[in-house]
Nanobody
Framework: QVRLVQSGGGLVQPGGSLRLSCATSGITFKIHTMDWNRQAPGKQRELVARIDSRGSTNYTDSVKGRFTISRDNARNMVYLQMNNLKPEDTGVYYC?????????WGQGTQVTVSS
């Protein structure tokens, strides 16, 4: 059974930082590309960051230079470090993995950037 369990998030002022974590089980973690996605209020879910099995990363333009995705293959964990947060980063963040053509999602965690 594939499980993605998220932690982190919360309320932070503009310019602040947060770290999201995603613990996985039920997959051969080290071979999978892992994603962080977010859904802002009234908007569609979007891909924010991706890390492949070799550790190569990609980011949506709006977070480049501020967010860092990383993975720990020994712990089957993926992380999203978010720095210099802006109000437009507000939303529900989800980790995800595509395993054998099926998407699996974490439970989602709220990130609110507000003064």
């Amino acid at each position: 059974q594939v499980r993605l369990v998220q932690s982190g998030g919360g309320l932070v002022q503009p310019g602040g930082s947060l770290r999201l974590s995603c613990a996985t089980s039920g997959i051969t973690f080290k071979i999978h590309t892992m994603d962080w996605n977010r859904q802002a209020p009234g908007k569609q879910r979007e891909l924010v960051a991706r890390i492949d099995s070799r550790g190569s990363t990609n980011y949506t333009d709006s977070v480049k230079g501020r967010f860092t995705i990383s993975r720990d293959n020994a712990r089957n964990m993926v992380y999203l470090q978010m720095n210099n947060l802006k109000p437009e980063d507000t939303g529900v963040y989800y980790c995800s993995v595509n395993r054998a053509g099926r998407m699996y999602w974490g439970q989602g965690t709220q990130v609110t950037v507000s003064s």
